[in-house]
């Protein structure tokens, strides 16, 4: 390692230097994004310690490997068992310590439209202190009296936040969808072939939500039984065709000349989607056969295989949602995801149409740009004229998203029995969740439709 690398390196962590890796021949990386990153691994080294402490199968192995197991946590004042270091009440408090760390930030960095001022050195830097303030403040959260009303309160706390991150991600989902819309349609003033591009967008998108309920229909019902899946999909499935009649109706095509079948093939996935999710966190239902013996029904025959090997199903699905979950979080912190949910979007005279809109850089990324090499990857300071994404925005989503995983890896409502390898087996809070978020994202989709209906007066930008 060079000694220029070094340096930088000691910048970063303990100073307002970008971050950046030491090997030469990566890409270049942008200041923001890099930023970005960084906050991005704390997230993700939290999660993953909750995940940990929920998990029996870790537990007991670090009770039957580590010398003097007892000993250490009783010198710790864990427990004699270290019992208070795992459980859904050592989620809280590690969580509590993380959402706290991100709100600080997110009040810390209300207002900040410079990066050159003290409040955006310290966002863009002091890494390894942070990650001693983080570390500091999760520790701490052990040492919370009255734990009974402590758990009681931040259990509100954490379902309103959980329930609030939901909320936002519905919102953006069916600003893109409008968005996806605008833009491909943008492009046909210019090239007729953006009218092929838009039908067979649409035809997909509905394509896959066909085949989905029907899919559904075969592996999650039968002919006796499963009364409850049987209506879910038959309300759902008919949510989507009214979405889908709403949507090219006269009346809504007379006030929102946008509306079209594309952003309704992309709600109908996203619905059928959610309601898969549900479906498969339902608790299974079991009958009697001719022998007297219970079976499982209402869930497909690969499906009872693949839970025999429950540690391999936890870890790639925990694994998949929490990269859905930091994949959230990273597409909904951009300045255009802020400004969409104040109501602020792009007019159709500066539209440009995209085959991949959504990946094209922000308003602001056309800044000034500064390349510095300091003998490892060479970082460009994107933000020289201004920021290029809300840091206070950026930060409130995080503490969200931190409330989210505390309640998601909890069970929610389930959470006195929780434990990580029963995170597929299905809870009814769960499944009732996931159901509410579909239906919330329709009724969301729908008074975009109506609101320029039922609020003639009023200018609506979607």
């Known amino acids: 390692m060079s ?7 000691l910048a970063c962590c303990c100073g307002t230097a970008a971050c950046s890796l030491c090997c030469k021949c990566c890409p270049k990386i942008k200041q923001s994004t890099s930023t970005r990153f960084m906050y991005a691994l704390y997230f993700i080294l939290v999660t993953l310690i909750c995940c940990i402490m929920m998990s029996r199968t870790v537990a007991t192995e670090m009770k039957e490997r580590i010398p003097f197991y007892e000993h250490i946590c009783k010198h710790i004042q864990a427990g004699e068992t270290c019992e208070k270091l795992v459980g859904y009440s050592a989620v809280y408090r590690v969580s509590f310590g993380m959402a706290s760390f991100f709100f600080i930030f997110f009040l810390f960095t209300i207002k900040i ?12 830097g002091f890494w390894f202190i942070k990650l001693l303030v983080l ?29 609030l991150f939901i909320l936002i991600q519905l919102i953006l989902l069916v600003e893109f969808a409008h968005k996806w819309n605008k833009n491909w349609t943008a492009g046909t003033t210019h090239n007729k072939l953006w009218y092929g591009l838009l039908a067979l967008g649409t035809l997909i998108l509905y394509s896959v939500a066909a085949g989905a309920l029907i899919l559904m229909a075969v592996f999650y019902t039968r002919s006796e039984g499963c009364k409850y899946n049987k209506i879910l999909l038959g309300v759902n499935g ?44 339902k608790p299974p239902e079991t009958i009697l056969d001719e022998n007297n013996k219970n079976i499982t029904i209402c869930i497909p025959d690969f499906s009872q295989g693949l839970h025999r090997d429950e540690n391999l199903v936890t870890g790639l699905g925990t694994t998949l949602l929490f990269c859905c979950i930091l994949y959230s979080c990273l597409t909904s912190t951009t300045r ?6 104040r109501g602020i979007y792009a ?7 995209r085959c991949c809109f959504c990946c094209a850089p922000d308003g602001d990324a056309d800044t000034e740009e500064q390349v510095e090499e300091r003998g490892g990857q060479t970082v460009i300071y994107d933000e020289k004229r201004g920021t290029v994404y809300s840091y206070s925005y950026f930060h409130f989503v995080f503490f969200l998203a931190s409330l989210y995983v505390m309640m998601t890896v909890t069970h929610w409502f389930h959470f006195e029995d929780a434990e990580i390898e029963k995170f597929f087996s299905g809870t009814w809070s769960t499944f009732w969740i996931k159901m509410a978020s579909c239906w919330v ?4 989709y729908l008074w975009t439709l109506l609101a320029p209906l039922c609020c003639p007066t009023r200018q609506f930008s979607v």
């Not at 410079?114 to 955006?120: Q, V, W």
């Open 3 to 9: 000694a220029p690398c070094c340096a930088g390196q």
């Open 113 to 124: 439209n410079n990066s050159k001022s003290c409040r955006a050195y310290i966002h863009n």
């Open 135 to 163: 570390a500091a403040m999760c520790s701490g959260a052990f040492f919370i009296p009255d734990q009974d009303t402590f758990l009681n309160a931040w259990r509100y706390v954490g379902t309103g936040g959980g329930f």
């Open 238 to 281: 008919g949510l989507c065709l009214l979405v889908s009649l709403v949507a090219i109706s006269p009346c809504v095509q007379s006030r929102h000349p946008h509306s079209g079948l594309l952003q309704s093939g992309v709600i109908s996935c996203y619905v059928m989607y959610l309601t898969f999710s549900a479906l498969s966190s």
């Open 336 to 341: 255009a995801s802020a400004e969409a949910l």
């Open 347 to 353: 007019t159709p005279e500066t539209e440009v149409a």
């Open 441 to 444: 994202c329709v009724l969301l």
